[in-house]
């Protein structure tokens, strides 16, 4: 070992399927989030580095403009997954195992699709609050075992522990997850009013985040670990947006506004078609993307 190597560091493989947080830890301190080169313990608050932006600081000063980004990014999510009869049937028919035929009447106003995107909405809210406790990782873990949220509302649950679960396979979750977050780093790095040392904080932030969720819906699909099973804590079958009891998400329609200028303002001309729900009225003249301008697809909405 040189004299700049840095220590070994010993992972015990137990913890690392029975405790939650000795799991996060180890992901945190792999990932290097927040900067830090050491691990990071949820007991005492997170230190920032004064030179760089950590990732925590970045996501939560940065969570406005996600935020701006979300009602745009739930539509383009729902016309990809309507693309494909295997993840539109799983929308409809709660299984990506089923192979009959899928309802052709199933699209992005029908009420059930409708009542997912809420979901999704408040699910990629949930993302953009505070990363320094061990609730929003809880939750995260969650979302990869009983609750709804995601696949039963994007294409990302798995469901295990559910009185009536849901069941998609992992590839589906895994395409999702890698489509929101190349749709959030294309719009992030296209933002108009954003400096780019910024832009770059906000994306590698956003993007540890999403693959720790990939790794807590990976946890419960994968064999590794299973001679530890009858140590997992069982978790009990809760509503959605509660974990231990309390309501950890916002109202759904809440924490989401609208943007005066077009968050999708600096994408190509089709994506904007894609994302556009007719911000163009309300952007400026040299920001927005005026409807007049744009090669509006059939079946997107601008009014």
Same mark, same amino acid.
Not at 90 to 106: I, N
Not at 107 to 119: A, T, V
């Given at each position: ?19 939650? %947080?000795?799991?996060?830890? =180890? ?10 080169? +050491? ?38 999510? =729902?016309?990809?997954?309507?693309? =494909?009869? /295997? $993840?539109?049937? !799983? ?31 408040? =699910? ?19 979302? *990869? ?13 798995? *469901? ?15 395409? @999702? ?5 190349? $749709? ?41 670990? #299973? %001679?530890?099973?009858?140590?997992? %804590?069982?978790?009990? /079958?809760?509503? %959605? ?9 916002? #109202? ?9 200028? @077009? ?9 904007? !078609?894609? !994302? @556009?729900?007719? @911000?163009?009225?309300? *952007?400026? +003249? ?6 007049? $301008?744009?090669? /509006? ?7």
């Amino acid at each position: 070992m040189g004299p700049l190597a840095r220590p070994r560091q010993h992972i015990d493989r137990h913890d690392l399927y029975t405790n939650l %947080e000795a799991r996060i830890q =180890y992901l945190h301190s792999f990932l290097d989030f927040s900067s830090s080169m +050491k691990l990071i313990s949820f007991h005492r608050p997170f230190l920032a580095l004064t030179q760089f932006e950590d990732d925590i600081e970045a996501l939560i000063s940065g969570s406005k403009y996600i935020k701006q980004l979300i009602p745009a990014i739930v539509n383009i999510v =729902y016309q990809k997954l309507l693309q =494909y009869d /295997i $993840t539109a049937r !799983a929308l409809e028919t709660r299984s990506t195992s089923y192979e009959g035929p899928v309802d052709d009447s199933l699209n992005e106003n029908s009420p059930q699709i409708l009542h997912r995107k809420m979901f999704l909405r408040a =699910y990629l809210a949930k993302l953009c609050s505070d990363p320094s406790t061990l609730e929003f990782w809880e939750y995260l873990d969650k979302v *990869g075992k009983i609750t709804r949220f995601l696949i039963a509302s994007s294409m990302m649950h798995v *469901g295990k522990g559910r009185e009536h679960p849901l069941h998609v396979e992992y590839v589906h979750i895994g395409a @999702c997850l890698a489509f929101i977050q190349d $749709t959030l780093t294309e719009a992030l790095l296209s933002h108009p009013r954003l400096r780019m040392d910024k832009k770059i904080a906000l994306v590698k932030a956003i993007g540890k985040v999403i693959w720790v969720q990939n790794d807590l819906f990976a946890k419960w699909y994968v064999r590794d670990g #299973d %001679e530890f099973a009858d140590e997992i %804590e069982k978790q009990e /079958i809760e509503a %959605e947006g509660f974990l231990h009891g309390k309501k950890i998400l916002d #109202d759904i329609e809440e924490g989401l506004p609208s943007s005066p200028t @077009c968050p999708f303002s600096g994408l190509s001309a089709s994506a904007k !078609a894609d !994302a @556009c729900t007719g @911000c163009g009225d309300k *952007g400026d +003249k040299e920001n927005g993307c005026s409807t007049a $301008t744009l090669p /509006i697809r059939p079946h997107v909405s601008t009014s």
